[in-house]
């Protein structure tokens, strides 16, 4: 029930996803009088939906430390409860932000050896995509938070994306050794010192994000949100300013028709609908928040992230890779 235009793109887009993935089915939670007649509109969708119906729901203003409090009946708690009793693989929400991470956190705890979740997505690179952690969950962080980002942002890219040896960054205002806070140089000498040596690229700044200098950046939960957020305006900048420039005269015009196909290359490339999903990493459960603002395609990719970790196991990964770090004390930061 979460989202600026839930219910109905939840409902297209667990029909968009049912068409991907057949083998999967969803527990939808809410209100039933608004759900039930919008799920008959959707052909095929009723026979891989169970619907657990609840009349409260959090709002998008809601305080998230009231929401703990009093919010045990709405869908998004009950959602998470699922995940918890072991009655779904993983919940999928558009709704608040800080609620979602507060009743998932309180509800599922995170996983052994790691100290807070962080909310991780994906940026495109020149090269691909660059997966980045923490996006908002933690305004700041120390060492041993940042190792631990570092860990799960290396198990996710190996196991879901696909790459073989990761390399991870963390994010500074400088490559130099000398930068950033002590928080950042004692993250790196630790990192220098693990078993994630060989994957350690050092610090990175900013424009080496877009440059996909390396698989994984590292940040913490403020800066990482100034950037998504930047990252996120300029993107709207630029596609104005193309469409300002080929409405700009009948020569302009004329040229947009030659230029389509490969403004909609651009466009499909860009489009921030492919990259909506952002994981909280850490959990004891696979818990994943969609945009507020996203459509029914943008929704059915947040489940597709939700899905990929499921059945790439991604917590039993980080659990066992947090568990042999501390085996060795290799990861061990005071």
Request: hydrophobic content about 45%.
């Amino acid at each position: 029930m979460g989202g600026d235009n839930a219910p109905h793109i939840v409902l297209a887009g667990a029909n968009i996803a049912r068409l991907r993935y057949p083998d999967v089915r969803f527990i939808l939670f809410g209100d039933e009088a608004e759900l039930a007649p919008r799920l008959k509109k959707l052909r095929g969708l009723p026979d891989v939906v169970e619907i657990h119906h609840t009349s409260e729901r959090v709002l998008a203003d809601d305080k998230p430390s009231q929401v703990v409090r009093t919010g045990k009946q709405t869908s998004m708690r009950l959602a998470i409860d699922a995940v918890k009793e072991g009655r779904a693989a993983g919940i999928v929400s558009a709704g608040n932000t800080g609620a979602l991470m507060a009743m998932a956190v309180l509800t599922l705890r995170t996983l052994p050896g790691i100290n807070r979740p962080a909310i991780a997505s994906f940026f495109p690179t020149l090269h691909g995509e660059t997966l980045m952690l923490d996006l908002g969950a933690n305004v700041s962080c120390d060492a041993v938070n940042l190792v631990q980002f570092a860990i799960m942002g290396e198990v996710f890219a190996r196991e879901v994306l696909g790459t073989k040896v990761p390399t991870v960054g963390l994010l500074n205002i400088g490559s130099e050794e000398i930068k950033g806070n002590e928080a950042l140089k004692q993250a790196a000498q630790t990192l220098r010192e693990s078993d994630l040596a060989d994957r350690f690229h050092g610090f990175v700044e900013g424009d080496d994000i877009p440059s996909g200098t390396v698989d994984v950046v590292v940040t913490d939960g403020f800066t990482g949100n100034v950037a998504l957020k930047t990252a996120e305006g300029t993107a709207k900048l630029i596609r104005a300013f193309v469409r300002e420039a080929f409405q700009s005269s009948n020569s302009a015009r004329i040229g947009y028709v030659f230029a389509k196909r490969a403004l909609d290359k651009l466009r499909v490339r860009t489009d921030p609908r492919r990259y909506n999903g952002a994981m909280l990493l850490g959990l004891n459960g696979v818990c994943v928040k969609s945009h507020g603002s996203t459509d029914a395609v943008g929704f059915a990719t947040a489940i597709g992230v939700a899905v990929d970790m499921v059945k790439q196991a991604v917590n039993k990964s980080i659990a066992e890779r947090v568990a042999s770090g501390q085996a060795d004390s290799a990861l061990a930061v005071s």
